[in-house]
């Protein structure tokens, strides 16, 4: 396994839930961080939590749904470290609603954060990593994405297209260095839905012990410190008990 230290990582969606778990771990390993989100408040609570130098966490408050998010975030973690290692897409917006009650802006919203946001990251990004000869990029699905889960179409439909759009990239950069993982949770405590109100659905899931954030970010660790000449594309982690 190899090791993270020092390694620039950057994260989106790093104000709370998965994301702030991941750059938890992530400096545990005295990696150098990147953090990106929307709310600075948040994400800089976050980063004092770090036990980090000040010199080694970088907030960026962007939206990832935007071009120019993406680039900001990315070209303030080049110009602050010079190099990314490792690139986290967490970011994401889901709605738990039927079909017919979800609206275009809530679909162009869902569709822009969790699938538009990773074409930018590749565009924006891949070149950079190809010019240095490494790099990795590891995107957070979702089994939702898998499976296409009632009351949660177009979240697993987002998901879904991140899944093979992923794949399919991996396979363009895999000879130049470049890893391109994915690593799909399932039911996790997060607050579900950032950036849309939340609704019941009359399609409603079954009740399970969800994952926590810790355990998805040892997951994105995992990922991170496989060998170089040896990556997992794509990884499923489930909560082991379902309630009765």
């Known amino acids: 396994m190899r090791c993270v230290k020092d390694k620039v990582v950057v994260i989106t969606g790093a104000s709370k839930g998965i994301g702030a778990a991941v750059a938890r771990i992530f400096a545990a390993e005295q990696a150098r961080l990147v ?7 948040r994400l800089e609570k976050v980063a004092r939590s770090l036990d980090l130098p000040k010199n080694r966490v970088t907030t960026v408050v962007a939206d990832v749904s ?3 998010g993406m680039r900001k975030i990315i070209s303030t973690a080049y110009r602050k470290y010079g190099v990314v290692d490792i690139f986290i897409n967490n970011a994401g917006v889901g709605l738990r ?3 017919i009650n979800t609206t275009e802006e809530e679909y162009n919203l869902m569709m822009d954060t969790n699938v538009k946001a990773v074409f930018h990251c590749f565009k924006e990004l891949l070149p ?7 790099g990795q990029i590891i995107n957070i699905s979702s089994l939702a994405g898998r499976m296409g889960v009632p009351g949660l179409s177009v979240y697993s439909a987002s998901k ?7 794949e399919a990239v991996a396979g363009e950069v895999r000879n130049e260095n470049i890893k391109i993982c994915v690593l799909s949770p399932g039911s996790t405590e997060t607050d579900f839905g950032s950036g849309l109100r939340r609704r019941r659905s009359r399609a409603a899931s079954g009740s399970t012990v969800k994952l926590t954030v810790e355990e998805v970010a040892e997951a994105v660790l995992f990922l991170a410190r496989q060998n170089r000449n040896a990556f997992t594309s794509m990884a499923d982690i489930r909560p082991l008990i379902t309630k009765k």
Do not use: I, P, Y
């Open 97 to 99: 609603d039927t079909v």
């Open 160 to 166: 879904a297209a991140l899944n093979a759009f992923s």
């Open 128 to 134: 950079r990593m190809m010019k240095q000869d490494f």
């Open 35 to 41: 953090l990106s989100g929307r709310n600075k408040a």
């Open 66 to 68: 935007k071009l120019v």
